[in-house]
């Protein structure tokens, strides 16, 4: 890089340092803020130490009394000036690589890549396992801190991050993107986008659980229901479109899925009584290509399940991301409770695809197939949980399968080609049904429909499992599952639908304190029988990471970031991180070291050996 010298001359008049990085400034697109941290430079001369315009040092001045004749500055003050800018780049070179260029058959091999983390779940067949081994049963109690980052404001941190090319991406609360280099936690870029003030976020936290990485762009959904494309090098919009209405209710928390030229992304606010959908954009320009109604209108197939025009308001929002078979083309992704709530009356009929798990044709959005889990929820049962795509043997013949960890407290298998159950057993308490039919929809109990004195059934409305992210180890054969352990009194109320307010039609009193707990478990598979557990003192809201180094992570409310033996369960290590860990982990590796990091109160840890 060659300079002119009137370039150093203008910073010498202009009687600053020549700087080498941009100044905080708008986006271009003019929505939000792009920040880029500043590189270290001479700090400027006081006043008492400019002489005839211009900056000199004491040692100058000193030498200038001393022979008693003036000494003219610009000779040094140039060599001062170019030692600066060299020191500038000096940094600039010890920067990561950013061009970040991630094409989509880098996200398709990624479980090969074991170094970075591409993509939500880790691979598109959502394992969140890596084949990673320096960090393992016999080390993993050497764990420590190697770098800490702090968030810029408080809030529900529950982002999974994405690194790639010596560069982490990560989503803090509510959608404000930031890139940090991974050898030190050093913020690069962070770009936070204009919001109103009243902007809605009806029945969850203002978060936002992180970003997709495609080419050499970012992407986000934000609270109030854009879809943002970043340069992955700078934080600069590329382009910015408008998903929804954040008035009606409708909102984004969902990571976005990166595929072959799309993106795709769900949306937020079925307690608002929105229409639930799933949307496809070009990657490249920001053209929505497709969209899935989760709630079928008028003279599509499933809409006969909604009576009294119900669909129009009937939730099936699609706020957790899905997972996807290159091989078929399918994209699996679960649909949220059915609006309202509690009150099923409104909504006579088993309120397809709400409570589903859906496969789409990824090229057109078009359904393959759907499973349900719950018909006629009303007990806000999600089935906003992650599905783990497994090629496995059962009943002598090798399948393609669905393993999935419903919120109703039922474990599932499912055939991911033809949607057929295969398997359905309880993984936590549940006093709601008797168990499953031979095509897998539960045969509901007497009496455990919410009523106006109240209905105590478990789980809870917050379910056996929730949002966070499962994992599964080909190495043990075992299905980790975060399980939650917590009944709830049922209520049903009248109920009236008012855009872009709350349309529950009741409520729930939770059984919490000490009646309350959880476990991770490790499920066998194919049969969903419990192998080991490992209690935890209240139920989760942390996912799990496995590893080839035969080690599960995982966290607790109270704070602590925990490592166990995959095949038994036993702990092997913890730390206490001073926050409630409300998040995925994820591993990596830096300069041939392998790293684990994890969200936890209002900081991100990053471990290592």
């Not at 008693?68 to 800018?85: Q, T, V």
């Not at 801190?145 to 809030?155: A, E």
């Not at 699996?332 to 409570?355: I, M, Q």
């Not at 008012?498 to 939770?510: A, L, R, S």
Request: charged content about 20%; proline content about 7%.
């Amino acid at each position: 890089m060659k300079l002119g010298l009137s370039f150093l001359q203008e910073s010498v008049r202009q009687r600053r340092p020549a700087r080498c990085s941009p100044s905080p400034r708008p986006s271009p697109a003019g929505r939000g803020r792009l920040v880029l941290a500043p590189i270290a430079r001479p700090r400027p001369l006081e006043p008492s130490q400019r002489w005839n315009g211009f900056s000199l040092s004491q040692r100058e001045r000193a030498a200038v009394r001393e022979k008693g004749r003036r000494k003219n500055p610009i000779r040094r003050l140039l060599r001062d000036h170019c030692s600066a800018l060299a020191s500038g780049l000096a940094i600039l070179c010890l920067l990561p690589d950013i061009s970040a260029q991630v094409p989509y058959g880098r996200i398709l091999n990624a479980e090969r890549e074991p170094t970075s983390w591409l993509t939500y779940s880790g691979s598109y067949r959502s394992h969140r396992f890596s084949t990673l081994e320096q960090i393992n049963t016999a080390n993993v109690a050497s764990l420590r801190p190697v770098w800490v980052y702090q968030l810029k404001r408080p809030g529900v941190f529950e982002s999974s991050p994405i690194v790639a090319d010596g560069v982490m991406y990560l989503v803090e609360p509510p959608s404000t993107v930031t890139a940090l280099d991974v050898r030190s936690g050093r913020r690069l870029w962070t770009w936070s986008p204009s919001m109103p003030k009243d902007v809605k976020a009806l029945g969850f936290p203002a978060t936002n659980r992180g970003v997709a990485i495609l080419d050499e762009m970012i992407f986000v959904g934000t609270l109030d229901a854009h879809l943002v494309a970043l340069d992955a090098k700078t934080g600069v919009v590329r382009w910015d479109v408008k998903v929804a209405e954040n008035k009606t209710g409708h909102s984004i928390t969902c990571a976005p899925l990166a595929l072959d030229g799309k993106i795709i992304i769900g949306i937020s606010g079925g307690e608002a009584g929105i229409r639930g959908f799933l949307d496809a954009y070009e990657h490249s320009t920001g053209k929505r290509l497709w969209r899935f109604w989760t709630v079928p209108g008028k003279g599509e197939p499933g809409n006969e399940t909604w009576g009294r025009n119900s669909w129009k308001t009937g939730g099936g929002a699609t706020w957790v991301p899905g997972s996807y078979d290159p091989a078929l083309n399918l994209l699996y992704w679960g649909v949220g409770n059915p609006a309202p709530d509690w009150n099923g009356d409104v909504r006579p009929g088993d309120n397809l695809y709400t409570c589903s798990l859906v496969a789409l044709d990824a090229a057109t959005g078009k359904l393959k197939w759907h499973f349900q889990f719950t018909p006629h929820d009303t007990h806000d049962w999600d089935a906003n949980q992650i599905p783990v795509l497994v090629d496995a043997e059962i009943g002598g013949r090798p399948r393609k399968l669905i393993a999935m960890a419903n919120r109703n407290a039922f474990y599932y298998l499912l055939d991911r080609v033809t949607g057929e159950f295969l398997l359905g057993v309880p993984f936590a308490k549940q006093t709601w049904a008797q168990g499953l039919d031979a095509r897998g929809r539960p045969i509901v109990l007497p009496n455990t429909e919410p009523t106006e004195q109240g209905t105590l059934v478990w789980p809870s409305l917050q379910g056996a499992a929730n949002w966070y992210s499962p994992s599964y180890s080909p190495k043990t054969g075992l299905f980790y599952a975060a399980a939650r352990e917590m009944g709830s009194y049922y209520f049903k109320s009248d109920v009236e639908y008012k855009p872009g307010t709350y349309f529950m039609g009741g409520g729930e009193q939770e059984l919490g304190g000490d009646k309350a707990s959880g476990a991770v478990r490790a499920l066998d598979l194919t049969t969903g029988q419990r192998v080991w557990e490992f209690p935890l003192h209240s139920p989760p809201w942390a996912g799990l990471l496995s590893t080839a180094g035969g080690v599960v992570f995982g966290g607790s409310n109270e704070g602590n970031f925990f490592a166990l033996d995959a095949r038994t369960g036993k702990p092997l290590w913890a730390f206490q991180t001073g926050g409630s860990v409300h998040a995925n982990p994820t591993t990596f590796q830096v300069d041939g070291q392998q790293r684990v990091a994890i969200a936890a109160g209002n900081a991100l840890f990053v471990f290592g050996l």
